[in-house]
């Protein structure tokens, strides 16, 4: 166990650390002191339990522990799933302080969290993100949630955890599609809040995907500390906050209308992220070389980059128009200046939208 | 129009005021300044719609409005209810400038504040109480929930409404049942707090059944205070607040063991207080001459004071060990030290806790 990175997000009272680094999640000496008593609930997934689950079991061997496995997949992020770990917490009869502690990827953590956002109104959370994209993303920043039916993350609870523990080793067995799904959100950083992280990237993005130590740590970190700031700043997301939804409008459009089983969410978000540059330039706010630049890094590394056919532009608009994001009817869209720098605007002109949503494989080229 | 008290819950940013009179559900201006934005959506039930839920469309009618009525009734206080709610935001399109009003009882606020929290991870929020339970005990102070088939309240959150508006008028269609529930949470706030208030409602308890204007103004205005109070000092009932749960652990039991459908909340704390009264006389806390008056007071209104012959002690125990204020397996009871002064402790004894569920008519008694 090697504690190799150490950042705080910062608010104030609820300040917690973020842990990077390698064989992580057996640490017991690193979780003990954000117990909050003597029960903890680990919830996890199908595919993670027989991974790690005995590993996290043993390093609460102290503590009186249940565990709750539900199925794997953002199908299962629902309302039915939150019941089944409310009712594991009072099967097992976890008073106000037991502990959450989330094992698995971004589904995982968010409803894990809402759970532990909502038991007895309240319990003590600590996130252990199993995928690349938990870690440097949904692990931190305390947006827990379910989808509905007709949206995601409709429901859910602003609730931080007491501290993330990443653990960069369980990122070897994780599929290599699930891998670079991760690097989406990595990339995404590096747009919104730092030209010179996506500078690194653009050189190092193969290390990264090959968990090459120094590297696959770095992303990570330098991911976080760019959330934990906008967080720090802007918890509720009632400003700045918004630029981490960049990609997103047009993502959870694009999982929406596909019944949330065509991509992986960070897949998702590339495709958005490449409509999203696509529509900044269209509305001249972004160079064509700097959109580019932005379709070829996530290209690179496999990531979609291209509208397929068979997904009709009107339902797109349909399904973005139930996004959250949504203001007195108006669609909002993060859009870039520049990398390294965006901003959220009701301006885009339906013309641009239309032409993006149409644009197919010639995205961000003219 | 009439606001004839108006106070505060002093909670920093969250602070927000509690207007209390005759006739306040239909005035536009009072409730204008507090809505989010253009849209609102009215929760209330089946019981409460036809007598006020279009005074209150009126009130709104400078604003978008959809709402859902429940059915009635504690057994309604459901995962299945909230997500009923949620579907009439998702359905209706309200976004993040939406404000949920909750028009009814104590059982709608409970699940309306929990949407209105979980909705898009929360969003504005205003009780509206028409039972006298909600006005002067519910709608105040932010706790919201719905039950789990094993325990009530466990799932919820703290969420602060951003105005409460107690229309004492409405009081006047309410059954007879459901206003003595009521005076039991009003009889509380006297016993935990204020033995003045106490005294006062010795003499005054008949006008404030009668609906005497001064007498139920002041009755709603105190009890308000007081918990207003006790919630500004500890909001998530990190000590303090647990005092208003005088009764209740009894109270609980006693309608979890009745599938929820012997009694009304209010009766089954009325039974809860005489029952943690004699608890407290039977421990050496409380003399019998103030036991008695706790009891002859709640008796005087019609309010149950005899735990039922049917009523297994085991089976009130079972239900109690699902208590949210259940701390590492042990019970946690808030005692009577005098009438106005109370405290929670764990250390009563098994021996006096199995005397008073047995005690039948005879509580309080000896």
């Not at 917690?16 to 680990?42: C, H, K, M, N, T």
């Not at 037991?98 to 894990?112: F, H, K, Q, Y």
């Not at 309240?122 to 039916?149: C, E, W, Y």
């Not at 997103?248 to 209308?257: D, K, V, W, Y």
């Amino acid at each position: 166990m090697s504690v190799e990175h150490e950042l705080y997000v910062e608010l104030g009272e609820r300040r917690y650390p973020i842990f990077i680094g390698p064989d992580l999640i057996g640490g017991a000496e690193l979780i003990r002191p954000y117990l909050a008593g003597s029960q903890a609930l680990v919830v996890t997934n199908e595919t993670v339990a027989p991974l790690y689950l005995e590993r996290v079991r043993q390093a609460l061997s102290n503590v009186h522990v249940c565990d709750v496995a539900l199925p794997d997949g953002e199908i299962h992020k629902t309302l039915a799933s939150f019941s089944k770990i409310i009712d594991a917490l009072v099967e097992g009869r976890h008073d106000r302080n037991t502990t959450v502690v989330a094992l698995g990827g971004g589904v995982v953590g968010d409803i894990a969290g809402f759970a532990a956002a909502s038991y007895l109104r309240g319990v003590r959370f600590i996130q252990m993100p199993t995928t690349l994209l938990a870690q440097v993303d949904s692990s931190v920043g305390g947006k827990t949630a379910v989808n509905h039916p007709t949206g995601k993350n409709l429901i859910g609870a602003f609730y931080q955890p007491a501290c993330v523990i990443a653990d960069t080793t369980v990122l070897a067995t994780l599929p290599p599609r699930e891998l670079t799904a991760g690097i989406a959100e990595v990339i995404k950083h590096g747009v919104i809040y730092d030209a010179e992280f996506f500078g690194w990237l653009e050189h190092h993005v193969d290390d990264v995907l090959h968990l090459e130590g120094n590297a696959i740590g770095y992303a990570i970190r330098r991911s976080c500390e760019i959330k934990a700031k906008v967080v720090a700043a802007d918890e509720r997301e009632s400003g700045l906050r918004e630029i981490l939804n960049f990609g997103h409008t047009f993502a959870h459009a694009l999982e929406q209308a596909t019944g949330y089983s065509r991509w992986l969410h960070g897949e998702a978000v590339s495709l958005g992220m490449v409509m999203a540059a696509d529509l900044s330039m269209r509305e001249k706010l972004l160079g064509d070389a700097e959109a580019q630049r932005i379709k070829q890094l996530l290209k690179r590394t496999g990531l979609p980059v291209v509208v397929p056919p068979d997904l009709e532009p009107d339902a797109l608009l349909e399904a973005m128009s139930h996004d959250k994001k949504v203001k007195a009817g108006t669609i909002r869209f993060v859009v870039v200046d520049r990398i390294g720098n965006v901003r959220t605007t009701a301006a885009c002109s339906q013309t641009s939208l239309a032409q993006t949503l149409r644009a197919g494989d010639a995205l961000c080229e003219r």
